[in-house]
Structure formats: C-alpha cells, structure tokens
C-alpha cells in the first residue's frame, strides 16, 4: 500500500492551494482519510479528516478555510487550503485507515508528506 501526496509549493498569505493524496495497493476498503501537519518546531497535528461516509471534522484553526474531499471510486483524498496563513506553513501528511482484506483489521497508512510554504 502507498500513500503519494502531492500539490505542496509556495503561496502568498491569503493564497489557496489544494492538496491530493492517491491510495494505492491492495486493498479491500478504506474507511476515516485525512491530513495532519507539522509545522517548524511544532508537533504534528490533525487538520482534517473525512470518514468513507463523508462526514468530516477539522481543526479549530483551519475551519471556515480548508475543505477535506474525497473520491472513493479513485481512493484519493483532497484537501483544498484558502486563506492561508504563515502558520499554516508545515509538512502535510494524508493518512488512510483501510483493510487490505475482508475480515482484517484496520491500518492506519501514511503518505511521504508534502511541504506547504506561505509566506511573501
């Protein structure tokens, strides 16, 4: 199973950028995909998360700005980032909880991460 993210770069403050992250591999199912970030010197954290259903929850310092989607049919997660902040500059790594067979237990994957840079 492999986790590749893309999408990261450098934006203004106020900027948007979107992220993508591809599930590949066998795999059975996917169910809770999301993000986390860690920014310099700081720990890393969950930014959002999307169950297979939809239902999705966000940090308190992104909500209102950043939108988690996904596509189950392509096993793909997006994370659409607006009004970007300096603070927001940090590694973003997408996370997949899936089966790789019927009847097995969860994992939660994790991809290589992708750098976000905001700053004028």
């Known amino acids: 199973v492999q986790l590749q993210a893309s999408g990261g770069g450098l934006v203004q403050p106020g900027g948007s950028l979107k992220l993508s992250c591809v599930v590949s591999g066998s795999i059975f199912s996917v169910n809770t995909m999301g993000w986390y970030r860690q920014g310099p010197g700081r720990q890393r954290e969950s930014v959002a998360a999307i169950t297979n259903t939809g239902s999705t929850n966000y940090a308190d310092s992104v909500k209102g700005r950043f939108t988690i989607s996904r596509d189950n049919t392509n096993n793909t997660v997006y994370l659409l980032m607006s009004s970007l902040k300096p603070e927001d500059t940090a590694v973003y790594y997408c996370?997949?909880?899936?089966?790789?067979?019927?009847?097995?237990?969860?994992?939660?994957?994790w991809g290589q991460g992708t750098l976000v840079t905001v700053s004028s």
């Open positions: 996370t997949a909880d899936l089966k790789r067979v019927a009847g097995g237990y969860v994992y939660r994957y």
